[in-house]
C-alpha cells in the first residue's frame, strides 16, 4: 500500500493508437500505483510536458500523424533528460535502436508482459527521480553560494520561497513582497536582481515613508532645470537611473495617493517625463514594491489605491516572519556571527546550551535584523557575557559547560531531523518534504548522527 502512494505522485503518459495496448498497459500501469493519462496521438503530449514534469513517457513508434520517432525529437528539444520509452512491433527493432541511440530511454517488444513493462517503467522513474533532485539541489547551492545576497535557511517555506524566486528572477512581472519589519524585504528585492538578467544594470531603492511627500515626485521622476524653485540643474529621477534594471520601493504604502496615481500611469506605460519636461521617456525596468501591512485592506479603507494594489500583486511573495522557522536560527546567527568576526576581527565566543535555547523559544519581533543585531552584540562583547532581548548586558556566571557554536547547531540539527522521523513516522519521503532537504543530504545527516528510520515507526 506504501507503495501505491508514493508512486501515485508519478504520473505517466500513454501513447498508442491501438485502443486493446492502451486499456491494457494503462491497467496495468494504474494497478501498480501510477497516474496514467493514455493518449491516441503524439500531438497532445507536448501540451502537458515541461522541463520540470516528473514523470516518465511511453509511446508507440508506429503511429498515424506523428510517430513515435518525431515525438522523440519534439520532447527531446523540451528536456533532454526526459525519460521516453518506446513500444515496438518485430520488424521496428532496427528502428528502435537507432531511436536508443537518438536519446530514448529504453524500448518494449510487442507482446510484452506485464512485469517487463513495470520493470522499464520503474528504472526510468527512478532516474527521473534523480534528474529533478539534481536539478532541485543545483539550484539550491547556487542560491546559497552565490556572490551577493543570499537566501539563507533550510526551513520548508524558505526552500519554497527560493524555488519560487528562480522561476520568476527573469519574468518581466513586478513583484509585491509582503512582510513584517526586518524580514528581509530589501535583501529579497536584492537577491531578485541579482539573480536575473538585470543584474549587470543598476538596482536602485528608495523608501517611500522616508522621503518628504514635497521632494518625493521629483526623486522618482526627476526634474529639469528652472521646474520649480531651487530646480537650478536638470536632476535625473529614480524611474531613469533605474532603467535597464530594477526599483525597489519599500514601504509603498507609505506613497501619497496622488503620487499612486501617477505610479500606475507608470507600470501600465513603461514611460515618463520628467517634471517640467514635455519629453516621454520610455522605460525598461521592473518595479518590486514591499510593505509590511495588508494593501488590500488599506485599500478597502480607501488608504491605498485599489487599481495599484491589483497592478502591483502580479507577483506576490510572502517571507515568513522568523517565528515561524525556528529550525534556521542556529544556522542564521552562525553566519551573522562569523560576518561580524571578520568585520571586527574578533573570534567568536563560545555559546552556551542555555544561550542557544534562548534564542529558540525568543519571539523575534525585529525578526532577522533583531537576530544579526544580537550576533554582532555577542561577538563584540566577548567571552565573558551575553545579551538579553532588551539589550542590556547580562554577565554569564554560572560557571556551566559550554557547547562551540557548531557544536550546538549540530545538536540542535540532530534534534530537529529526529523530531521530523517522528512527525512522519520514519517515513523518508515525507521527512524530506517536511524538512526541504535534498535526499542524500538527509541520508548523510542521518548517518553522521546514527538515525535509522525503523527506530521512529
Known sequence: MSMNKNLACRPIILVDDEKHIRLAAGQTLEL???????????????????????GVLISDINMPGMDGLELLERVRAIDADLPMILITGHGDISMAVSAMRAGAYDFIEKPFAADLLLDVVRRAMEKRALTIENRRLKLELEAQSAPGPRLLGNAPAVTQLRRLLHSIADA??????????????????????????????????????????????SELFGHEKGAFTDARTRRIGKFEHANGGTLFLDEIESMPLALQIKLLRVLEERAIERLGSNEV??????????????????????????????????????????????????????????????QYNREIPTLSAERLHSLMLHDWPGNV???????????????SGSFDFDNRLIIDNDGGATLSLPDQVERFEKMLIQAALSRTGGSIRDTLEFLGLPRKTLYDKMKKYGLDKSDFK
Open 369 to 383: 535584523r533583531e537576530l544579526r543585531n544580537l550576533a554582532e552584540r555577542y561577538v563584540l562583547l566577548g567571552e
Open 172 to 217: 518581466p512581472a513586478d513583484i509585491l513582497i509582503q512582510a513584517e519589519t526586518g524580514a528581509g524585504k530589501d535583501l529579497m528585492a536584492r537577491y531578485i536582481h541579482e539573480h536575473s538578467g538585470r543584474r549587470d544594470h543598476n538596482f536602485v531603492a528608495i523608501n517611500c515613508g522616508a522621503v518628504p511627500e514635497s521632494l518625493i515626485e
Open 32 to 54: 501498480a500505483g501510477y497516474d496514467v493519462t493514455t493518449l491516441e496521438r503524439g500531438e497532445r503530449v507536448l501540451e502537458l510536458l515541461s522541463d520540470d514534469w516528473n
Open 281 to 342: 521617456i520610455a522605460l525598461n525596468l521592473r518595479v518590486i514594491a514591499a510593505t509590511k501591512t495588508d494593501l488590500k485592506t488599506l485599500a478597502a479603507r480607501g488608504e491605498f489605491r485599489e487599481d495599484l494594489y491589483y497592478r502591483l500583486n502580479v507577483v506576490r511573495l510572502d517571507i515568513p516572519p522568523l517565528r515561524e522557522r525556528r529550525e534556521d536560527i542556529g544556522l542564521l546567527f552562525q553566519h551573522f556571527a562569523l560576518v561580524a568576526s571578520a
